[in-house]
């Protein structure tokens, strides 16, 4: 009995897993895309520049090294962005600075840069990340890998799509 109900609940995580996966990638396309046509050409790819600027301060606000807010400047900077916008730009920037933050501190002693892991070890099929010569699905793949919190393997998921969307 009990391990019926055990398997149920595990089937269910199971099918939902896939839909999340799903639901990341789109919120990353959405924004690569516009982040692209709006920001790319003076700031390059999105990863490196958020993480080499921005930074979340102790009120958790999204702040630039001499600790203006991010939010109040979206709203005016190059032509400012919308209300959808800029609620999806802040919400990947925060990905990008906490996931930078997490990379270095449980990733890095086994792996080169997230960028480069990506560059050499993993590729996109049909919006998914999977492992380039593995094969693996990446999302699954880092539920049980580099001990992650299921919440941080989504972000990292996610980081890796930015990743191998920006790459030309
Ligand atoms: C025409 C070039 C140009 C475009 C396009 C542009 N920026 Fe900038 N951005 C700059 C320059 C130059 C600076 C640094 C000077 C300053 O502080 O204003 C800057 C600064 C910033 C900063 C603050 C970084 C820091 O360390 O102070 C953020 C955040 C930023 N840009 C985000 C964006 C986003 C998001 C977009 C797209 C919606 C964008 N920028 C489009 C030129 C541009
Ligand atoms: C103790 C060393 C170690 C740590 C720490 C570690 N990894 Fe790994 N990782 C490996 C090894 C070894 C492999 C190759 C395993 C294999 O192919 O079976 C691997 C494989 C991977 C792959 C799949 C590559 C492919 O080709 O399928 C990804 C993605 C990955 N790691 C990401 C991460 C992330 C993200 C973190 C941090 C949260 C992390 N790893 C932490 C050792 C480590």
Known sequence: MTRHILFSALLTVLAALPQLAAAQSAEALDFHARFEERCFSCHGHAGPFVRDHLQIDDTGAIVTENGQSVDALLDRHAGGLNETEKPLFLSVFRKQIET??????????????????????LILRDGQVMGRYSDRDIGTFLLNHGRLTPEEAELMTDVFFALLQGRR
């Open 100 to 121: 930078g933050g997490l990379f270095r501190d449980k990733c890095i002693i086994c792996h080169d840069r997230a960028y480069e892991l990506a560059r050499l070890k």
